[in-house]
């Protein structure tokens, strides 16, 4: 089985000798930009990070695995793994303006900062990337500066606004709102993201033109579901972009067990995908 029969999406599957990547259709742009956004298929990781575990933080987990599955990964999409630049997720809004100086941390020597959730850069060749397991990855990009920006956004950090801070960062560097490109990844969807009051809280007052972006939860007490694909196109739209420059990717991380891992379906005891963005 195909992962498209799987779910009909505003994403375009990729094969590469076993190895599956997602792309969005109004982000190709060969020779200008790549991007890609990995399943859990394809690598040489074992047990429960099989296969195409991307991150190096994983105990359960070998260094040699994970650095081959980058390798692959890279191989596939087309760009060099020693040059990425990788984030320090705490679900924070904390944004790095990465430069060629930072190619490879993470990879070839020590990453310099923390506390950092996104990438922007205007450098050509610079591989960024994002580590998710259910939390939206945001891509956006800015065609006229031809420059990009990368983010891990959770619940927490959707809260924050930080598609509003990612929106605010590449403006403040030339990039107007209402030209930037957007696509929201496949992360844990509104069939599955399912959440108590105190989460709900922060979402009620968000909404967009589908009404509002938290529900009750009817088949559970006390119980709501989190739309975090509307909650993040509604303040990007709040930020500035247009309606018809953001797309949902709309693949569900909890529900394809078949070609995501899932934190929340699968706890710490999983392997994690990663989300990459280039200027060539």
């Known amino acids: 089985m195909r992962a498209t029969d799987l779910h009909p999406v505003n ?3 990729h094969w590469h000798e076993g190895l599956l990547f997602y792309t969005f259709p109004h982000l190709e742009a060969p020779g200008m930009l790549r991007h890609a956004f990995s399943g859990r298929l394809g690598g040489v990781s074992e047990g429960c ?11 359960l987990d070998k260094r040699e695995h994970v650095e081959e599955n980058l390798r692959r990964f890279a191989l596939a999409v087309g760009f060099d793994e ?4 990788l984030t320090r997720q705490t679900h924070t809004v904390n944004i790095h303006e990465a430069n060629p100086e930072d190619a490879g941390l993470g990879i070839t020597r020590p990453v310099t900062y923390s506390d950092i959730d996104a990438l922007i850069t205007a450098a050509p060749q610079l591989p960024l990337l994002t580590y998710h397991a259910d939390c939206a990855p945001l891509f956006l990009y800015a065609p006229r500066r031809h420059m990009i920006g990368l983010a891990h956004a959770g619940w927490r950090g959707t809260a924050k606004g930080m598609a509003r801070a990612i929106t605010q960062a590449l403006a403040q560097r030339g990039c107007p709102p209402a030209e930037l490109l957007a696509g929201i990844g496949p992360s844990a969807g509104p069939c599955c993201y399912q959440v108590g009051a105190e989460v709900a809280r922060h979402f009620a007052a968000l909404s967009d033109e589908a009404g509002p972006v938290i529900r009750i939860d009817e088949a559970a007490a006390d119980k ?3 739309d975090l694909w509307r909650a ?6 709040e930020a500035g972009l247009r309606a018809e420059n953001i797309v949902i990717g709309g693949l569900c991380t909890v529900c394809a067990a078949e070609i995501f891992f899932s ?3 699968q706890g710490e005891a999983r392997g994690t995908m990663a989300a990459m963005m280039m200027l060539d």
């Open 232 to 237: 993040n196109r509604a303040i990007l739209l």
């Open 224 to 226: 709501y579901k989190l």
């Open 11 to 13: 994403m375009r599957a």
């Open 49 to 59: 990070c099989a296969s195409l575990n991307l991150a190096f933080k994983h105990t």
């Open 82 to 85: 020693k040059r990425l630049v």
């Open 263 to 265: 934190h929340r379906r």
